[in-house]
């Protein structure tokens, strides 16, 4: 049947139409497109070890005590040093080591029964290894008597400056002695009406090994300079408990986490972890009422230690009901199960997830050569809409520091990484406290050994940090030139990150598809990194150079499908503008940066951030 002119006429102009919306909207498919929401949640947490923070010793004796090695106190943590703390465009200061834990220090005459040599780590002992969910660590104290008033007074000195209090909560597990002799009154201990004869049971608070009594791993000895009153390599405990890394024996190995006991949250590990949450488990019921006792404190959030050791239930059920009370806590959960993300945030209402295995892995391999660039897009690809949700960081008191021989060597190496952790997404982003003068983790200091971390068992000065402590005024007086140059470009870079909505509104275009293979005249796919980040009133690209030992002359081409993302005129006419690590100002014309690229200069290790603007 012959149509009317009219309709063919009409049908014509609906196929154009069709084919022009598709044309200027096909980048809705194109997986260098960032397709999720994006969610501003860019937060910047400023990690310390309060133990080692204030620390001005600098005698760092291998196993020393704290007499000899000297240990930072909650006042050395003052108004000036939390000023310089900010100036890095810190929003959160997380501070390690707080809550009352094991150790070889002698508080007897506080009434805190000395704990066993045998399940400490280290002379100061593990953060990690909580003794006292109620108390805070008397050796953190000018005045042990007082504190829990020194903690409090932290607590209002950070607020003072504008910042916020995150400290660990570790759920999963406790010191071998656990004991609180400051809980409030009313409160039922840990396991103290456990039946203990009794593998498993719901309202337990402890897992039991029946008939078995605990040995201490025969390979935990001392080094023989070392003498430490009660180190006999026994322990009494029987029954004996589950060990904190699910290990369900009696005889954990030295790398187990055996000074700990696994908590019973109800799942019944030795029988397929079988779940038992109805009635709610007592487990359950004394977590929630320590976060509800930290937060009455201050305390604004927690880092939950280990979090998916814990059921997800749990969280799901604790953290509204904390949340009922304190709405504007912040919940960080140290994870590293990609296939459990989605269910920690969405289930579990974690506002942060630790992006160790995907991010922090990547960029590490990056720069030690390892892998290429080409590998960093997949991190983002693959969370979607937890990209905002995904704490990045660099160095943490368990990985190893930049600088260190395990890691990157070369601090400058840092600022590259950085700018790609705190950039290519709006979630949060963490720095260590020394990392910003290059603190290179040296030394063996104790149970650490020669690791390249920074230690978390022993008392220890960390002699980068203690030259910008400059002696307790926290004004680096102390740094070298090439330390302060260091420390002002993280500043300027996580600043820039913070302050700036393309970063923590703005969609993301990953440019590395079109440059890489070739496709780029100049461009070094393995070792260089390009993205796009823009809202409707700011667009940013963001290029970096890992490579330390040349700098890059290249084409960088901005394909189609970004302009049109962008909502640009893939035709005209614009300038970039360089707005951080770089004053430049280039002509960037859109067809040529599709066709042949825009010729850009990159010094070693450089970065550099420029906004697309109409000329």
Known sequence: MKLPAFCSILLLVCLWQSMTFAQKNNHMNDPNLLQAPVENHKIIVYQLLVRLFGNKNTTNKFYGSKEENGVGKFNDI???????????????????????????????????????????????????????YYDVCPDLAVNPKKRMAEFEALVKRTHAEGLKVLIDFVPNHVARSYRSDAKPKGVVDLGEKDDRTKAFSPQNNFYYLPGQAFQVPAEYQLPDSVRIKGKDGIFAENPAKATGNDVFSATPSVHDWFETVKLNYGVDYVNGRAKYFNPTPDTWLKMRDILLFWAAKGVDGFRCDMA?????????????QVKKQYPQLVFVAEIYNPNEYENY????????????????????????????????????????ALNSRMLRFLENHDEQRLPSPFFAIDSYKGIPLMAVSAMLNSGPVMMYFGQEVGEPGAGAEGFAGEDGRTTIFDFWGVPMHQRWMNGGKFDGGQLEGWQKTLRANYAALLNFAKN?????????????????????????????????????????????????????????????????????????????????????????SAWQAQSEGVLLHLPVLGTAVFELVKE
């Not at 890095?88 to 070889?104: F, K, P, R």
């Not at 007897?108 to 909580?130: C, H």
């Not at 893939?570 to 690590?581: D, E, I, S, T």
Request: overall charge negative; aromatic content about 12%; hydrophobic content about 40%.
């Open 308 to 320: 998916e050791m814990v059921p997800v239930e749990f969280w799901e059920w604790c953290i509204p």
């Open 345 to 384: 945030v969405l289930k579990g209402k974690f506002d942060y997830l630790y992006d160790k295995v995907g991010l922090y892995d990547t960029l590490k391999a990056v720069i030690q050569g390892r892998t290429s660039a080409n590998d960093i897009p997949q991190n983002w690809q693959q969370l979607g």
């Open 500 to 588: 700036n909505e393309a970063i923590t509104n703005g969609r993301l275009y990953d440019l590395q598809a079109a440059n890489n293979g070739g496709k780029a005249a100049g461009y070094d796919d393995a070792r260089q990194y390009a993205f796009l980040r823009f809202t409707d009133k700011q667009k940013l690209l963001i290029v970096v150079n890992f490579d330390a030992f040349a700098g890059k002359d290249f084409r960088l081409r901005i394909p189609e499908a970004a302009w049109q993302a962008m909502g640009l005129d893939a035709n005209g006419n614009y300038q970039l503008r360089g707005v951080l690590f770089n004053d430049s100002v280039l002509p960037c």
């Open 78 to 132: 003052t108004s000036e040093a939390l000023r310089g703390i900010k100036e890095l465009g810190t929003t959160h200061v997380w501070y390690t080591g707080v809550i009352e834990h094991a150790t070889m220090s002698d508080h007897t005459a506080l009434g805190i029964p000395q704990d066993d040599p045998d399940v400490v780590k280290g002379r100061a002992g593990s953060p990690y290894a909580i003794k006292d």
